[in-house]
């Protein structure tokens, strides 16, 4: 399991053969961690919760992109969200769903009904999921205030942030918010997006993992960087997947990369 | 900007030149609301410039005109104008700066500041909503640690229901308009005030020079407050 952004940075080296690729070193490090059992046949896909705002079409942006990536690795995967009219935005339009990574908007007005419906869709996918899966889970920020009914859908989070103080300062916010007491959180994941250079993305998540531990008591689990560039938010304007757009571009790879560390994470967490 | 010095030390003082004025703003800004970054400043857009161009945290786009005397009317009607010229360039901004953050599902708002407004471009502000124009008033005011600008939001309900000017017109003592946030009454134009003429100008009701605070200037991206992330200071000050 990736705890620091060490083992994501040799994208960002230039790659030799297969666009994406892992160099020969870090995938001998992956391998080395995987079960050498053969995975039993799992119950139900790992759902990873994703604090989203009404009107973050970027974050939605990654999450989706997440999911097409998950499925094109040979995962399951989908998106599950609430929906709402203040929303629709969000998400691409019905019948969008490359890969078979889809978007199910559930009525689910709270975190209690969201993660039943997430876990339904978890479960129902996990019937074909021979190479594992992920269900990511938008959960509106505002609703956890009150965490308490829907705990279990925070067992695993992943927060999306940039290398800005003020965003920053949010997710050690929420990181916060989710490891209040009574918490179930058992892994809080982060993702640096937006930034220019490795050591803006280092030392981003090193202040945060530093806070965390200090004032928490907690460690934060580093799934790499994201690279954004003109391709991203022509992605998101065009309401395409980044990887089918333009896979060559350094975004693309750099989603990809957090994919594969996340499903890696979530084919060892998976229920059996 | 302004300490808080006492009250009975403030008195209006004539406007200071315009550059002056949208550097206060500037300041202000980011004083009221941290997350609101200023982009740029005098942008040439539809035929004019606008002022200010800033996004706040949720990234929406902003634009901060100010307007003279007697110009509130006419500063809405240019507002608008800018604001239909932006709006379909916010795309390709964002094409050109990411970084930038913009939203491109937000209308862009429009932030306008006069030294009053009259009846009419109250009821027009009212027309058009809160989402797409909030409405501030200026002076420049005299303390005994210097000069600076007072700015006071306009509440909702002050705009476009009551057929008042927050300031009335000389003269207009009707029933209907509603008492000014700064008593006395001064007059729309701005001059040096002569304490022995004008007693009343120093008695300032308190809270005077703590503008109101917006409600969004605390907010992250994603909805939340300070408040319900329960953030210590220490803690805050290591994202500084």
Redesign the interface.
């Known amino acids: 399991m990736p705890s620091d952004l060490a083992d994501v940075l040799h994208y960002f080296l230039p790659e030799v053969g297969e666009p994406g690729a892992l160099d020969a070193a870090a995938r001998r490090k992956r391998s080395d961690r995987r079960d050498p059992q053969e995975p039993k046949r799992i119950a139900s896909l790992p759902l990873v919760a994703i604090p989203i705002g009404d009107q973050d079409v970027v974050r939605a942006a990654f999450a989706w992109n997440l999911a097409v990536e998950t499925a094109r690795l040979g995962g399951r995967a989908a998106v599950v969200a609430p929906a709402s009219d203040d929303t629709s935005s969000l998400w691409p339009g019905h019948g969008v769903e490359p890969m078979g990574a889809d978007v199910i908007l559930t009525p689910a007005a709270n975190l209690a009904a969201l993660y039943r419906d997430a876990l339904d869709v978890a479960v129902d996918r996990a019937l074909d999921a021979d190479d594992g899966g992920i269900v990511f889970v938008r959960v509106p920020p505002l609703w956890l205030r009150n965490p308490e009914s829907g705990n279990s859908l925070l067992r695993w989070t992943l927060l999306f942030t940039s290398s800005d103080n003020r965003d920053l300062l949010e997710t050690y916010g929420l990181a916060k918010l989710l490891c209040r007491p009574g918490s179930r959180a058992s892994r809080l994941g982060v993702t640096i997006h937006g930034a220019r250079r490795i050591e803006e993305a280092e030392t981003a998540f090193h202040r945060l993992a530093s806070c965390a531990t200090r004032y928490l008591g907690r460690e934060l689990t580093s799934y790499g960087l994201l690279v954004d560039d003109l391709h991203v938010y022509r992605a998101i304007v065009a309401q395409r997947p980044i990887g089918l757009v333009n896979p060559q571009s350094a975004a693309a790879r750099s989603l990809r990369d957090v994919a594969e560390l996340v499903l890696e994470d979530a084919r060892k967490t998976a229920v059996v | 900007m302004l300490a808080r010095p006492p009250l009975s030390d403030l008195s209006y003082i004539a406007a200071r030149p315009r550059s002056e004025l949208i550097a206060a703003l500037r300041h202000r800004a980011a004083r009221l609301d941290?997350?609101l970054r200023i982009l740029a400043q005098d942008l040439l857009a539809a035929d004019t410039t606008i002022d200010l161009v800033a996004v706040d945290?949720?990234?929406r786009l902003i634009l901060v005109m100010v307007g003279n005397v007697d110009e509130d009317l006419a500063l809405l009607t240019r507002a608008l104008a800018q604001r239909a010229w932006v709006a379909p360039r916010v795309?390709d901004w964002?094409?050109l700066a990411?970084?930038l953050?913009l939203?491109?599902?937000?209308p862009v708002k429009l932030s306008l500041l006069a030294p009053s407004f009259r009846p009419e471009t109250l009821a027009a502000a009212g027309v058009l909503g809160a989402e797409v124009v909030e409405l501030s008033t200026y002076r420049w005011v005299q303390t005994s640690v210097g000069v600076g600008v007072l700015i006071e939001g306009l509440d909702a309900p002050r705009i476009g229901r009551h057929p008042g000017s927050v300031y009335p017109e000389q003269g207009d003592t009707g029933p209907q308009n509603p008492a000014p946030r700064v008593s006395p009454a001064p007059s729309p134009i701005l001059t040096p005030l002569d304490p022995a003429e004008h007693p009343g100008a120093r008695a300032t009701p308190p809270g005077l020079l703590e503008p109101r605070r917006r409600e969004s200037a605390a907010r992250?991206?994603?909805?939340?407050s300070?408040e319900?992330?329960?953030?210590t200071a220490k803690?805050?000050r290591?994202?500084?």
Do not use: I, K, M, V
């Open positions: 941290p997350s945290a949720s990234g795309r964002l094409q990411p970084a953050g939203r491109l599902d937000a992250f991206r994603t909805g939340l300070e319900d992330l329960n953030l803690e805050t290591e994202f500084e």
